[in-house]
């Protein structure tokens, strides 16, 4: 403990920065946590863990989870304007690991039907492609003129 208060004493920060970054830190884990769509009661409790050695009480978590995604049992944000963005972090963000949709999307069951017209945009834009090439190709094989750019 004595590390990381000399730590911040070195690095200039004040307490109010200490506790963004300690709130940037649970903001990701939860982020982290809800990636497969659901916070288990087990992650929920880490998450509270860390929380509290950290300096944050339950009201400060359930802020913080808020803005990641994750809602008490019971609760959506769902329908009701999208999630709520308490600490304007970015819970916005596409994840790789998820599909490239959000965690919000997860969360509110909105990613498979995301990625089927993800899908179905794609083959309609590969077909398009399909058929420009073979206009092209056609012009170039009867020798019309500008056909050769």
Known sequence: MIILVDAVANWGLSILQVKEVHQTYIHNLAVHALADGVVTDTERSHLHQ????????????DHILESAGVHQPGGSACGHGGVHRVLHLPSHRYHEGIGNVTPADVHCGRRQNILKRRKEQKQVTIDARFQYN????????????????
């Open 50 to 61: 860390v929380a509290s050695l950290l300096g944050h009480d339950d009201r400060e978590l």
């Open 134 to 149: 073979l206009g092209q190709e056609s012009n170039q094989t009867r020798g019309d003129p500008g056909s050769e750019l």
